[in-house]
């Protein structure tokens, strides 16, 4: 057995059988629907680690497009009664299509100017969920969403529904990671260390921009429709600004541009508050003394880019696309 496929045999049993295995025989609830929890905002800080950290894009309207996916699923599920399987691919599409049509006039601007336009969006949308209250119920949020249910039956038990998250979880990594490590990671690498670089080399840089934003928001969606369907309630104050700089700061403390590393930042900043939870709000404080001294001792992260990039290579096998004279070519396999 080869070594890529030894480490995705032993991903997929610690997540399909190790943690499932050790919270059935823990029996609490609340540890699994930490690790449901959990495995949310790792779709969330993958998905923004593509636009924030591959492609250089610091967005602060993530929170939003996982507010609209979770608004999408939970109204079609109320007044329409339209079951999950449909409900998460429209709340995928149609965070998708916000995200793409916010970004076309935002995408002109660059660094500071890009991150303070997208705060805009987030902040607009936002208020809009709060106030339509004929669609949104506004502030109260909206009740007695469907549990998550596959072709009739019912997965709404705790270990079903970590099994369902898991696997969207699972597919939404392996997605992403094909995209990071991929030419089209690669000219969104190019475009992030300079565009007008870029540019000149024949990509179309704005294109990338509203591209990579686009996905963001669909994979960001596709986070709050699981949310709705898990939790079966949803607010407003779910999706406000603290949240995009949640999910942001897993991302840096993780490493920008890194995939395991918005993965580890998302785990530290979800079970790290949950381990101090006996010394009640003190525990903030010690979390934020915690990533202090992580971001001013490692500023590229705990998993850098680099260090990725060359674990990817090395442990999954994916390396430049072989030439047609043996050399590295274009692109990865």
């Known amino acids: 057995m080869n ?60 929170a939003a497009f996982y507010g609209i996916g979770a608004y999408v699923a939970a109204i079609l599920s109320t007044k329409f009664d339209i079951p999950f399987l449909a409900t998460m691919p429209l709340a995928m599409l149609l965070s998708g299509a916000f995200a793409f049509l916010a970004g076309i006039p935002a995408i002109r601007l660059v660094r500071i100017f890009f991150t303070v336009a997208t705060l805009s969006i987030g902040e607009i949308i936002t208020l809009t969920i709060t106030n339509w209250y004929d669609v949104t119920r506004g502030p109260l949020g909206i009740r007695g969403i ?41 000219a969104l690498r190019a475009l992030r260390e300079d565009d007008q670089s870029a540019q000149a080399m024949g990509i179309n840089v704005n294109l990338l921009k509203i591209q990579a934003f686009a996905i963001a928001g669909a994979f960001a969606g596709l986070a709050g429709a699981l949310l709705a369907h898990s939790t079966r309630y949803i607010s407003p104050d779910m999706f406000r600004l603290p949240e995009s700089i949640l999910i942001l700061t ?15 930042g998302a785990l530290l900043m979800i079970l790290l508050p949950e381990l101090g939870r006996e010394v009640g709000e003190l525990r903030m404080i010690l979390v934020g003394i915690v990533l202090f001294i992580a971001i001013v001792a490692m500023p590229k992260g705990l998993f850098s880019e680099t260090a990725a990039i060359a674990f990817v290579r090395r442990w999954f096998g994916c390396a430049w696309r072989p030439g047609r004279d043996g050399k590295p070519g274009i692109g990865w396999k």
Request: with cysteine; hydrophobic share 55%.
């Open 3 to 62: 070594r890529p496929l030894i480490w995705t045999c032993a991903v997929l049993a610690l997540i399909l059988l190790v943690i499932p295995g050790s919270l059935s025989l823990l029996d609490q609830g609340y540890l699994f629907r930490l690790a449901q929890l959990s495995m949310i905002f790792i779709i969330l800080s993958m998905s923004l680690n593509l636009v924030s950290g591959t492609a250089g894009l610091l967005s602060l309207a993530h």
């Open 146 to 186: 469907s549990p998550i249910e596959i072709f009739g039956f019912d997965l709404s038990g705790r270990l079903a529904t970590y099994y369902v998250i898991a696997v969207v979880m699972l597919i939404s990594l392996w997605v992403l990671h094909r995209i990071t490590h991929s030419y089209y990671g690669n």
């Open 250 to 264: 897993m991302v840096v403390v993780g490493g920008l541009g890194s995939l395991p590393g918005a993965i580890i």
